[in-house]
């Protein structure tokens, strides 16, 4: 979906970054230029400091960092990046980070294809658009992919709504529940409504303003406060 591409960063600068192995120690290697998870405790001013790495993914550095004795009370954060000549570390995303855009850049090119038309990249809807999404896909939570090969799977559907200045979030069943209705009418009915409300009770944790729409059909979904 053309109108939310402009909120994912490009994968291309990650293509010149560099890689060393770990030390065996687990420590800090000094005098190169390399990337991956670090180990890094936050100065009251300036950048963070580096205490360890590099380690080649997230499991490593956080066992490094539950090894670490417990009478250091600094509080160290784990984060990729590369760490610079000068010793200090630009933050990148991870090789999960990008997995991830990609997963909800797939979801997000299940929406209609007509909101090209009806919200542009600076709409606020856009943004808020990817943040449902996103809390949605986080929540293993699919989007209903409207018109394509898996439509009768269902999913969540999101609707944009400029003039309530919100988007509109209802949950599609499966079609052997909505069109073949196999397990019968009420058990269809009873069904939409528990996911419906599952949905907004989702998002209120996430923080979003919710409100029941078309008699608790769907919710208005508003950005957080």
Request: net charge negative; glycine share 12%.
């Amino acid at each position: 979906m053309g109108v939310v591409a402009g909120h994912f960063p490009s994968p291309a600068a990650s293509k010149e970054w560099l890689f060393v192995s770990v030390l065996p120690s687990g420590g800090l290697a000094l005098g190169t230029v390399s990337q991956g998870w670090w180990l890094v405790v936050d100065e009251e001013t300036g950048p963070g400091r580096i205490v360890a790495g590099p380690f080649p993914d997230r499991a490593e550095a956080r066992w490094a960092e539950s090894a670490r004795t417990s009478d250091v009370r600094e509080v160290v954060r784990t984060v990729y990046g590369t760490r610079r000549n000068d010793g200090g570390l630009s933050q990148r995303p991870s090789p999960q980070d990008w997995t991830w855009l990609a997963h909800l850049g797939d979801q997000l090119d299940r929406l209609v294809a007509d909101w090209d038309a009806t919200i542009s990249d600076e709409d606020p809807l856009t943004t808020l658009v990817v943040e449902v999404a996103g809390a949605l896909a986080e929540a293993g939570l699919p989007l209903h992919d409207v018109s394509g090969p898996g439509s009768e799977v269902g999913g969540a559907c999101l609707s944009p709504e400029p003039g309530l200045g919100g988007v509109l979030v209802t949950w599609r069943q499966h079609d052997r529940m909505t069109v073949e209705q196999v397990a019968g009418a009420t058990v269809d009915a009873v069904g939409q409504q528990v996911m419906n409300a599952a949905l907004a009770e989702l998002l209120r944790l996430r923080g979003f303003q919710v409100s029941a729409f078309g008699g608790g059909s769907g919710s208005l979904v508003r950005p957080a406060l």
